[in-house]
């Protein structure tokens, strides 16, 4: 073991402000997994945030900070969401990964399975090409399943998108949207979790989550997820298609 080696990890709690439009249930680069359908909840209001810091010293330094949060407000037939991310990370005292990102959605229901949606995006990902990309999209889902176990809906329309490079240029595309989210209480107090999004055009994005929640008390949470990104057409400062990320965050709930 060497002398001087130490590492630490901390968690807080972090609140982030946000306005912006966005992008739904799915963000543009990240599932968004909050749950939306205003006949199933049971309060007026439902959010959460959270955060995790870790930090190592010794031969090498390098040190990570993510805080998150979403907060949806329930009608008895429309729901109203907004959500916002930042992620910084750092290798040797140089910055490796900075990530904000900012988002709204709304849903109306038409009747107990079908409704609409329209959604919106922005974010910054300038360590992977993008110093901004906003996306807005709008159509119908289907609440294929709403029960107190599981939970399932699938949702498509069409929609735009603005990318700026971080290397210069940009570009405006319409595009097509399609997105599944599902959700399982396995436990009292555990529940899977599971998103897909896609976006294409000439090109493809992807996004997927896959995680679980578990429930420590009235207040607090334990969130394990593990996400990947595929963009088909990446940006020149970016060359890698795919993007992965696991994360175990602790989570508060409003």
Known sequence: MLRNGRSRAVSLLAILGMSLASFSTFADTDIFTALDDPSTAKKSFDGNVLG??????????????????????????????IWGEATNNSTNDERSAEKYQAGARARHNMDANNFLFTQGSWLSDRYNG????????????????????????????????????????????????????????????????????????????????????????????LKVTYDVTYNSNTPSTAPKHTDTKTAVSLVYGL
């Open 52 to 81: 995790s810091y870790n930090a190592q010293h010794g031969n090498s330094t390098s040190s990570a900070l993510a805080a998150s949060s979403t907060m949806t407000w329930f009608q008895p037939t429309n729901a109203y969401s």
């Open 130 to 221: 993008y110093r901004s990309r906003s996306t807005l999209t709008a159509g119908y889902g289907r609440q294929v399943l709403s029960g107190p176990v599981a939970r399932l809906r699938l949702e498509a329309g069409p929609g735009v998108r603005h990318d700026e490079f971080s290397d210069g240029g940009r570009q405006t595309k319409a595009l097509a949207y399609a997105a599944a989210s599902y959700s399982y209480q396995l436990t009292d107090s555990t529940e899977f979790i599971q998103g897909v999004s896609l976006l294409g055009n000439n090109d493809l994005t992807a996004n997927s989550e896959t995680g679980l929640n578990v429930k420590i008390n009235n207040h607090f949470s």
